[in-house]
């Protein structure tokens, strides 16, 4: 038989309105009662009706998760940290694929708008003018993107690159090439501008390729234009495009660490179990996953803030068996 809220109001002692607000505005009661009423409420086994509780508070405990490419192994741990702390906090996340294109990313956001609560943006593809206009009408979080007015969670890639091309040429390296992301990718900017200044300071000499398809094929189709370019230590846009320019070049009858050193970014598992083992800047996904729940949260519980917040979360090199010392 289904557990009414008369019926925990009745048990806690309180009114039926203070049980209401327990679940769909916390915030508004106090810590004792709230504990009193969650407690009653797990005993008896009640479960609030979401869909009563939308048309009363507007609420649907609902968030969405857009990413560029779910087949990437780099969203897999961000989007299971996001739901896992999602549920903690007793909401859904519906996660929405966008195959790296912008309209598609935009018809998606649209059709979600009044399904959900709010929603992250894991590295989009869409314009800042575009995202200003959509977070309008919907509170926005934005990880790996810097957007006016919003929260923005941010995996420092500025201190891996700059650990990596310190790498590089401790080993000997001194002339590089940065394997760049797909076009309008401000993680890619943001890639560009640190290894032409870490490779400035350290007295190297930084070439840029692309930009690149952020996939295994974007690396395989570099391949060529690495080995003509004379260069001997390669940075990539991600761990796929890394793997994918080491076949190429083995392909090519060069080797990789002994003639080209190549570092990845993300420590997906795909560079762990590439032979030779990947080099990379590790990021924090699961920590930004949380994070951004954390911040669409906060800006939900305000009623939709534009109060933007911003968290920046640190990268780390891991070294292995990818690079090694230059050539003679």
């Not at 209401?20 to 969650?38: D, K, N, Q, W, Y």
């Not at 943001?190 to 190297?204: K, L």
């Not at 391949?223 to 076949?247: F, M, Q, W």
Request: aromatic share 4%; charged share 20%; glycine share 8%.
């Amino acid at each position: 038989m289904t557990v009414t809220i008369r019926e925990v109001a009745q048990a806690s002692g309180v009114h039926v309105s203070t049980v209401s607000r327990t679940f769909s505005a916390p915030h508004l009661v106090s810590a004792e009662t709230r504990g009193r009423v969650l407690t009653v409420a797990g005993e008896l086994g009640y479960r609030p009706n979401r869909a009563a509780s939308a048309l009363t508070t507007g609420r649907t405990h609902n968030l969405g998760l857009m990413v560029s490419d779910i087949a990437n192994p780099f969203f897999p741990p961000l989007i299971k940290a996001a739901q896992a702390y999602a549920r903690e906090r007793e909401y859904h996340v519906f996660v929405a694929d966008t195959d790296e294109d912008p309209q598609a990313e935009e018809e998606l956001i649209q059709a979600l708008a009044k399904q959900v609560d709010g929603v992250v943006l894991v590295a989009p593809r869409l314009t800042n003018r575009a995202i200003e206009r959509l977070s309008l009408d919907l509170p926005f979080v934005v990880v790996n993107r810097k957007v006016r007015g919003l929260s923005t969670v941010l995996m420092d890639i500025a201190q891996g690159v700059c650990e990596a091309v310190a790498h590089l040429v401790s080993l000997g390296h001194r002339r590089l090439a940065l394997l760049s992301g797909p076009r309008g990718s401000w993680t890619s900017r943001q890639m560009r501008t640190a290894a032409g200044e870490a490779a400035a300071r350290h007295g190297a000499e930084l070439l840029t390729l692309g930009p690149n398809a952020p996939t295994e094929d974007g690396g395989l189709h570099a391949a060529a234009a690495v080995r003509d370019s004379g260069v001997t230590g390669v940075l990539a846009y991600n761990d796929l495009v890394a793997i994918g320019v080491i076949e190429g070049l083995d392909a090519l009858g060069a080797h990789v660490p002994g003639d080209f050193s190549v570092v990845g970014v993300d420590d997906t598992i795909a560079g762990r179990l590439n032979r030779p083992k990947l080099t990379t800047i590790v990021m924090p996904t699961p920590a930004a996953g949380r994070t951004a729940v954390d911040l669409l949260l906060q800006a939900v519980d305000e009623g939709g803030s534009r109060t933007a917040a911003l968290a920046t979360l640190e990268t780390s090199l891991v070294i292995r068996e990818s690079t090694s010392a230059a050539p003679a």
